[in-house]
């Protein structure tokens, strides 16, 4: 019989009084299963990225080869961990990601999405995440320089680390999501790094903050000199027509980062001027488990890394 039916019947209000017992031991059984999952879920939900170790806890140590610690630049927070895909490399090389985390520009490290990395090389995906220098040790513009080496970094090594120089994407999520909208849409960034937005494959925002302006967040205000912000520093005000491939995506009733303002003005903005971009919002996540999804425990709240690597996987591999 059909999982789904035998669970339909198990369920019915029809059913037999000498069945009830089997009912209770099938609802205790799948539910003690259950109560790490949702012990997790709740973890992540209430205390967000602080829940990132639950994650990497439960996370596989297989499928992907980590070299920790690769320097991009010569300060001590300018440091990455590559993840390599242990699956047959493709003749051009596996596309590559280069990740950057959130927590409003004062908090983060590399060491605590793990789970983000496995999610991606296990899966055919070059990914690199990468730390950048926080406030109150640098404010506004500093992290982005350092993001924007990170990327330099990614695009210069791609070859040497196995991966395809033409499949080369950023991708963030929050405030690391800021950082990547600002490396893809404004040239200033990676030009210092010599490089530019036109070398990459496409961009990846989850949950970003877009177009923040007055800041409600009390950490992020000394991060941009609150009330004081400097200028050109929204990525709202960069949308071109030759702005790379976007994937925008947040959770339908974020509270931290408004979705309509951030991430779908900025896809309507995009769109207006010619760029392909892929929006998608998620009913049953929250900002948090908006990166949080892709672990396998929060997989089932949102397929924000199904939707990922579909995106990604539309770019052909270079010839």
Same mark, same amino acid.
């Not at 992540?44 to 170790?53: E, I, K, P, R």
């Not at 770019?315 to 010839?319: L, N």
């Given at each position: 019989m059909p999982k789904r039916r035998h669970w339909e019947?198990?369920?019915?209000a029809r059913l037999p009084t000498k069945d009830k017992p089997l009912l209770r031991h099938a609802v205790f059984r799948h539910a003690t299963r259950l109560l790490p999952l949702l012990a997790i879920v709740m973890a992540?939900?209430? !205390? $967000?990225?602080?829940? !990132? $170790?639950?994650l990497n806890a439960?996370?596989?140590?297989s499928g992907y080869v980590l070299k920790a610690d690769v320097a991009y630049g010569l300060r001590p927070r300018q440091r990455l961990d590559i993840y390599t895909p242990i699956s047959a490399r493709p003749a051009t090389g596996w596309p590559i990601v280069v990740f950057f985390y959130g927590g409003s520009w004062n908090t983060g490290a590399r060491s605590q999405y793990r789970f983000v990395g496995e999610a991606l090389a296990s899966r055919g995906v070059l990914t690199l995440v990468a730390d950048y220098r926080l406030h109150p040790e640098v404010r506004y513009p500093d992290f982005l320089s350092d993001s924007a080496q990170a990327l330099a970094y990614g695009l210069d090594?791609?070859?040497n680390l196995g991966g395809d120089p033409k499949r080369v994407f950023v991708m963030g999520h929050s405030a690391g999501a800021y950082n990547a909208a600002m490396l893809a849409l404004d040239a200033r960034w990676l030009k210092e790094a010599r490089h530019g937005p036109n070398e990459l494959a496409g961009w990846i925002g989850l949950a970003g903050p877009y177009d923040f302006y007055p800041i409600t967040n009390q950490d992020a205000k000394p991060v941009f000199f609150h009330p004081n912000y400097p200028a050109n520093s929204q990525p709202i005000g960069f949308t071109r027509p030759d702005a790379p491939r976007t994937f925008l995506a947040a959770?339908?009733?974020d509270k931290v980062v408004n979705p309509q303002r951030n991430a779908v003005q900025l896809a309507h903005s995009l769109e207006a001027v010619g760029v392909p971009v892929t929006l998608k919002l998620y009913r049953y996540a929250s900002h948090t488990t908006m990166i949080g999804a892709f672990a396998w425990p929060l997989r089932l709240i949102a397929p924000v890394l199904a939707d990922v690597l579909a995106f990604i996987e539309a770019?052909?591999?270079?010839?």
């Open positions: 019947n198990l369920l019915s992540f939900y209430l !205390t $967000g990225c602080s829940a !990132t $170790g639950v439960v996370t596989s140590s090594e791609a070859a959770a339908h009733q770019t052909p591999p270079s010839r």
